[in-house]
């Protein structure tokens, strides 16, 4: 009788610790990485409205040329030294600016 009792209470102490975890909330995501001309795709950077719209301020010479495409998976610093002086540090710190700027609205 008191094995019978005693895995009743221990079913019930299972039972009990199920469904705690199963109203336990789930932890917070991590905050989203920030944007950088260093680590952000271009096909990323194009995806997001916001920094799209500083692509087509600071760079529409870029996004016009066809070989964009091609570039989609690379940052904007991988893309520099293909960019025919269109890109260059001075440039890609201003691009970083406005990019910080759209991210914080």
């Known amino acids: 009788m ?19 975890a199963q109203t336990t909330p789930a932890p917070a995501t991590a905050a989203p990485a920030k944007v950088s001309v260093d680590t952000t795709t271009i096909g990323d950077l194009m ?8 692509l087509q301020k600071d760079l529409p010479e870029v996004l016009s040329d066809p ?3 091609q570039a989609k998976g690379m940052t904007l610093k991988e893309i ?17 600016k406005d990019l910080d700027a759209a991210s914080k609205q």
């Open 47 to 54: 995806a997001n409205p916001a920094t799209m719209a500083v």
């Open 67 to 69: 070989r964009i495409e």
């Open 80 to 96: 520099e030294p293909y960019s025919e002086g269109k890109l260059d540090d001075t440039k890609l710190a201003a691009i970083q």
């Open 2 to 20: 008191r094995l019978i009792l005693a895995g009743l209470a221990g079913l019930s102490l299972t039972a009990a610790a199920s469904a705690m």
